[in-house]
C-alpha cells in the first residue's frame, strides 16, 4: 500500500516496521516530527528526553537490554549527545541502535551550520543518507540490519528538505522483533582504559569490513547515461542534480556516506569524461575522491555556505542559467518577532528599561535580540546563557559584573541550564537569571518538558518545580514575576541587580499560541487621544502599526494582553467596554 508519507514521518514509519521498542529524543528542527508521529504507534514507548544526551544514553540502555532502540536530533544536538556517541561506537550493540540526525544547510531555524557527516567519521560510525521519503523509509529499517550484523549503532543522516518533504512510501507491516538476550560481558559494554584499548581495535576491523560492504552495497547505486559528466552525489543533492542535468550526466548515488567506498568511485571515474561531487557544507565526498588520487571537481564550483538549488547546479556545469520573472517593485523585509501577546516581551523591554548585561540562550526569546527591544548581548548555544553571564560578571568585576543577566526559556533550563545555574551558586556567582517559564517548549513547535506536568503522550507526570530547583542548587534570592506586568517588572529586575548575591527571576506567563490560554478581546485605539509619540512601539509588537500618523492596532492579532497599555501615557490605548 502507498501513503504520501513526509520524510520525518516515513523515519517513524520505519520505526515502526523495523519492530524498534523505545525511542527516547529531544526535539529540535528539522527532526521533531519524527518522534511526533512515532507516539502514535502504540507499540513504541517514545518519550521526549531533557536533552539529546540523555536521549541517547537512554536508547543505549535499551539496546543493551535487547530491544530495538532510536533517539532523533537536529545537528547541533549531536553534539550535546557526542560523548556517549563515541564510547558506544566502542562498545556495539545488542538490540540494534540507529540515531536519526537532521542537518539545517541554509540555518532556516539554527545558530549554526554543521555538517554530521564529520561526526560519524570521527565516531568511526556508518551514516547512511536517504534522497526521499521512501528511502527514509527503507534506510531506517536497513539501518538497524545493519547495526545488528555489524555490531554498531547507525547515524541516518537527513536534511532540511529531505525531512520536509513529502512524496509517495510503500507501507508495509510491522515486523515484531523479539528482545535479544542480555549477556553480561564487561569487556564489551564497560569502557575502561583496559577494556577499550581492545575494542578500538574492533572498531578498526568493523570499519573495514563496513568499507567493503559499501563497494558492493545497494545503497550505493550507478545510472549511466551521457558519460561526459559524472556526478557523485547524495541526499537532497542527489535530488537537485537530478533534476537539473536530466539525463546529460551520469550519477553515483551514495546511499551510504561513511564509510565511502573506494573501488566503486574509481570504476565510475573511469567511465565518465568529467567529474564532479556535488554535495552540501563541507566537501567530504571530494576529500574522500582526492585521498585516493581520484580527480574531481568540487568547491571549485559550489559554496561551503548554504543550500545548493537546481539552479545552481544547471549554471555550473551546464553553463545554463534559469528565465524567470523579476517583481521591480521593492519588497519590505519581514524580520521574525515575537508573537502578539507573547510574555517574553515585557522581560525584555524591563531588562532595556534596566540597561543590563543580557546572555541570552536557544529560544523563540531569542528574537529579544531585534529592533526595537533590542535586549540581548550574546547568544551562542542551548544552555550557554547562565554561564555567559557568570563569566561575563567575572571578567568586569564584583562592581559592574551585577548588570549581568541571564535569561533561559523553562524547557531550554531542563536542557543544559541548571548545571550552570549550580555552577554560579558553587562558585559565588554575582548574576540575574531569568527563567522565562512559558511552560511549553515553544520554539520547535509545542514539546512538553519537565517542567509542564505532561509527557509526550500527554498523560500526567511528575513536574519540576522551578522556585524549588533554584533554591536547592543553592540560590538565595527567588522570586516570581508576571511579564505582563511591565512596571513591576522593572522594579524587580532592578531589585535584584543591585542585591549583593546572585538571584533567579522566575518569569511566569503560558505562550500566547497555547491552545488552553483565554485571551482577551483586542485592544484598540483611542485616534483623538492618540498624539504619534510612537512609544507603544518600543516592545515591537506585530498587532501595532501606524497608519495615518497615528498608532492603530490590528484587532485579529492582538489578544488583549494589556502590555502596551503602559507604554501610553494619553491613555490612547483602550479595551473593551
Known sequence: MSELLLGNQAVARGLYEAGVRVVSSYPGTPSTEITEYAVGYKELYSEWAPNEKVALETSIGASLGGARAFSAMKHVGLNVAADPLYTVSYTGVNGGLVIAVADDPGMHSSQNEQDSRNHAKASKVPMLEPADSQECLEYTKLAYALSEEFDTPVLLRLTTRVSHSRSLCNVQERQEKELIPYKKDPQKYVMMPAMARPRHVVVEERTRRLTEYAETSPLNRVEYHSKKIGVITSGISYQYAREALGENASYLK?????????????????????????????????????????????????SFCGELSQSIIREKLLNQKNDFAQLDVPVPGRPPVMCAGCPHRGIFYALKKNKAFVSGDIGCYTLGAGAPLAAIDSCVCMGASIPGAHGYSKAVGKENGKAAVAVIGDSTFMHSGVTGLINVAYNGGNTVTIILDNSITGMTGHQQNPTTGL??????????????????????????????????????????MAAEEPS?????????????????PALSINREACTGCKACFQIGCPAISLYDKKASIDANQCVGCGQCVSLCRFGAIKGEE
Open 254 to 302: 551514495l546511499g551510504m556516506v561513511y564509510p565511502l567506498p573506494v573501488r566503486l568511485i574509481e570504476e565510475f571515474a573511469a567511465q565518465v569524461d568529467t567529474l564532479y561531487v556535488v554535495e552540501e557544507l563541507d566537501d567530504f565526498i571530494e576529500t574522500h575522491c582526492k585521498k585516493y588520487g581520484i580527480p574531481v571537481i568540487g568547491k571549485e564550483l559550489f
Open 455 to 496: 509527557t509526550l503522550s500527554g498523560d500526567p507526570t511528575s513536574k519540576v518545580d522551578l522556585e524549588a530547583l533554584a533554591k536547592a542548587v543553592g540560590i538565595g534570592r527567588v522570586r516570581v514575576v508576571d511579564p505582563y506586568y511591565m512596571s513591576e517588572c522593572v522594579e524587580a529586575i532592578k531589585e535584584e
Open 504 to 520: 533567579v527571576i522566575i518569569s511566569r506567563r503560558p505562550c500566547a499560541l497555547l491552545k488552553n490560554v483565554v485571551h482577551k
